[in-house]
């Protein structure tokens, strides 16, 4: 290995889910960069091997920079791990690794688990495109700002929640949405009580207020894209013929002009494009 830092995965929950390659490169480096240094000392005693911990948090990344750059400088090779899953997604890390990086160091990957993608992958939801929104605000009038945002997004919304937000943000989730978006919660990934509710929005709600054990655990909320074309096509072509007719273009070829823009019929959007004249004249 030359002077490299390595980003490794540790399990979401189940603990043999952890590669061959990251106990290998755990076991070779120097030093590890860990979240929480003894969630990381129980790993590694459950993997039967000891290594120098030194911490690494959102709180102290800025130092720690500074830190590894000098280990690397000095040719030796270290690992970040966070608490859970791959560092760096929810977790800290981004400051060290761009700072790395730019110092011309290797920045090596080890991939692993990862609570976004085993939720995608078991989900039931459109996988070919998705958004991952981490976690939302904790205050309701931010977290709304944030869902109305998302409100058109056609593709499938991922979030990841905790415990004590989860009734909430499916409370603002519905204000915003609307009941009958639909949802893939899943609950516990990799763990005893490894659970998937897919239903409704309001149905998952009402589900999750009469039920405190489905109310706890760790969360990956995933969301069925907008599938809104008409509401979304209709303010489209409603625009479209505005700017025409304002154009002072006839109604016969403003509809033809829509038409083609937007793929609708032209039949139809004659009417429309009348109806819109008599208000405008
Ligand atoms: N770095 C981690 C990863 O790769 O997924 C995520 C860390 S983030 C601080 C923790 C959040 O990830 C939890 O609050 C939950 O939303 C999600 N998460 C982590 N482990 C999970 C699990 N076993 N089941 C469901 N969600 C999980």
Redo the contacts with the bound molecule.
């Keep these: 290995m030359s002077a490299s830092l390595y980003c490794v ?1 540790t399990p ?3 603990l043999t889910d952890i590669t061959e390659r990251a106990i290998k490169t755990l076991k070779e480096v120097e030093k590890i960069y860990a979240e929480d240094t003894r969630v990381t000392l129980r790993l590694l005693t459950h993997l039967g091997f000891q290594k120098q911990l030194v911490s690494l948090h959102d709180h102290n990344e800025a130092t720690r920079v500074t830190q590894v750059l000098a280990d690397l400088e000095q040719g030796m090779n270290v690992a970040l791990v ?10 800290p890390g981004y400051h060290l690794v761009k700072e790395v990086a730019k110092a011309g160091f290797r920045v090596v990957p080890i991939p692993g ?7 995608l992958s078991a989900a039931g939801l459109a996988t070919d495109r998705f958004v991952f929104e ?2 939302l605000a904790a205050k309701s009038s931010a977290r709304k700002a944030s869902f109305e945002q998302l409100k058109a997004e056609t593709r499938t919304l991922i ?5 004590h937000r989860i009734e909430g943000f499916l409370e603002d989730l519905v204000a915003v949405l609307g009941a009958e978006r639909e949802l893939v919660i ?6 005893l009580y ?1 659970s998937f509710y897919r239903d409704t929005a309001q149905s998952l709600l009402t589900r999750l207020g009469m039920d405190s054990d489905m109310q706890k ?5 995933l969301v069925k894209g907008s599938n809104d074309v008409v509401e979304q096509g209709s303010v489209a072509v409603e625009t479209v013929l505005q700017v025409l007719l304002e154009e002072e273009i006839s109604v016969n070829q403003a509809a033809r002009i829509a038409a083609r823009i937007t793929g609708q019929a032209k039949n139809k959007l004659y009417r429309q494009a009348i109806e819109m004249s008599k208000l405008l004249n």
């Design positions: 995965a979401i929950g189940n966070s608490d859970a899953g791959t560092p760096l997604i929810s977790d688990a990862c609570a976004v993608v085993a939720a981490g976690f979030f990841y929640e905790s415990s899943a609950r516990e990934l990799t763990k490894e655990g760790e969360f990956v909320v």
